[in-house]
């Protein structure tokens, strides 16, 4: 394929190799697979590089992560492309380091973005939304993480890094007393309710729990409860990342010490608040909570999801909570769980009904533990890629010529990476292997 690295080009003809009785998968796969890299990343004169999500010309910190991450497995053996995934590391970490609290960012200081949003403060240039998301700190330090595993490279955990990290584990820390500490607010004028925080910007009140606090979800909906349980375990995860990296590589023990305490008391939190019996799956985890007793039972396609804490690396997929978690989302009690003639899986409300995500699909395979149920999610996907070859947003459960964003690089990057798990090739270093005889 043109303009593709050679370790790229290697990697599509091995699945192919090891899908010749699914030919209609494979060339789905040798569509999704480059997508990000051809159509999406961009290394800029400084040596960073620039991630759009595919039909938003802005770089998502958590989009840009979750795209590249398929590529970690060629970049163990390919220094370019390492470097190239150094340099989103770098880019992702100069962002943060410019305004933790926002979620997405331009690729120059040239004011583009949701400008007249009210959020308290001078607004960076650089920033293209402030939706303050917990997850948006997660991704850029697993990937840094991963990239570390895969490659064993070590000169982007530099002095830089060290000082995002700081402000990382500084605003969890405030963001667990939201109430009293915390200065951030969020209001989009005449926009959807989900696009903005209730009472002028603060969000729903919350009590003090250990989790930490989240005004958004991955999916840039509003939370209706403070406490984002899969997040929250996501951060647990990647402080356990911060801890090693701090022990290993920074030699810095105050930071990784900080890092394991801060992910107990997270931990904990979930453990207290984020768990509740339901009728009929049991003891589950709740999507979101507030620590006043109120839970919202349900789950999102993007992740990180309650289907996604596998993959994430929070619980085993035996996990008896989690296996009935996994029942619930995949159940209609899940109000964004749909069943339609063309497929059943998870939607979003931040599409219309009945319209289910290629996301959540893939992210169904890498957590299954039925050989079964993987090989019927395949067989899904080149049912329901519209005729395209490549993923979309959400697509109708009765009707996958009718789908939202033509061009979006995360699903396809997910799709891979599901396709590239089924095949027994996994991400150094992540924690879930999924394949033949897993």
Not at 113 to 130: F, N, T
Not at 298 to 316: E, F, K, T
Request: include cysteine.
């Amino acid at each position: 394929m043109q303009g593709l690295p050679d370790s790229l080009t290697r990697l599509i003809d091995e699945v192919a190799a090891r899908l010749a009785n699914r030919p209609a998968t494979a060339r789905q796969f040798a569509r999704c697979f480059p997508n990000t890299y051809l159509t999406t990343m961009r290394r800029l004169p400084d040596g960073t590089t620039f991630v759009i999500t595919g039909d938003i010309p802005a770089m998502w910190l958590r989009d840009s992560a979750a795209q590249v991450r398929p590529y970690l497995i060629p970049a163990a053996t390919d220094p370019e492309l390492a470097e190239l995934l150094v340099g989103v590391v770098r880019r992702q970490v100069r962002y943060i380091l410019e305004d933790p609290y926002a979620n997405a960012f331009n690729e120059a200081p040239n004011g583009r973005g949701h400008r007249r949003d009210r959020v308290k403060v001078a607004l960076s240039p650089w920033v293209w939304e402030r939706k303050y998301e917990v997850d948006s700190l997660c991704y850029p330090v697993q990937l840094a993480y991963l990239l570390w595993r895969a490659t064993g490279r070590t000169d982007h955990l530099d002095d830089e890094f060290r000082r995002a990290v700081g402000p990382i584990l500084a605003l969890w820390r405030r963001e667990q007393r939201h109430e009293a500490e915390s200065r951030y607010r969020f209001r989009r004028p005449f926009r959807w309710r989900s696009d903005t925080l209730a009472r002028r910007g603060r969000g729903s009140p919350t009590a003090t729990t250990g989790m930490t606090w989240s005004g958004f979800r991955p999916s840039d909906d509003a939370c209706r409860y403070g406490y984002l349980v899969p997040a929250n375990g996501f951060a647990t995860v990647v402080l356990g990342y911060v801890a090693e990296i701090a022990a290993g590589v920074l030699g810095d023990a105050g930071l990784a010490a900080d890092a394991r305490g801060l992910a107990t008391e997270i931990d904990a939190g979930i453990r207290a608040h984020g768990i509740v019996e339901h009728p009929r799956h049991g003891r589950i985890y709740a999507y979101e909570t507030d620590g006043f007793g109120n839970h919202l039972l349900m789950d999102d396609a993007n992740i990180p999801s309650l289907l996604s804490l596998p993959y994430l690396g929070y619980v085993d997929r035996e996990d008896p909570v989690y296996a009935a978690t996994r029942r619930f989302v995949l159940s209609p009690d899940n109000p964004h769980f749909y069943r339609g003639w063309a497929a059943a899986g998870i939607g979003s409300p931040h599409t219309p009904r009945r319209y289910i995500w290629h996301l959540a699909l893939a992210m169904q395979g890498l957590t299954a533990t039925d050989p079964a149920e993987r090989e019927g999610l395949l067989d899904l996907f080149t049912r329901t890629d519209a005729g395209a070859g490549l993923m979309h947003e959400g697509f109708h459960a009765d009707n996958p010529a009718r789908f939202t964003r033509p061009w979006f690089a995360w699903a396809n990057a997910l799709f891979s990476e599901f396709v590239l798990a089924h095949c027994g090739l996994t991400v150094p270093g992540s924690p879930l292997a999924v394949g033949p005889g897993a």
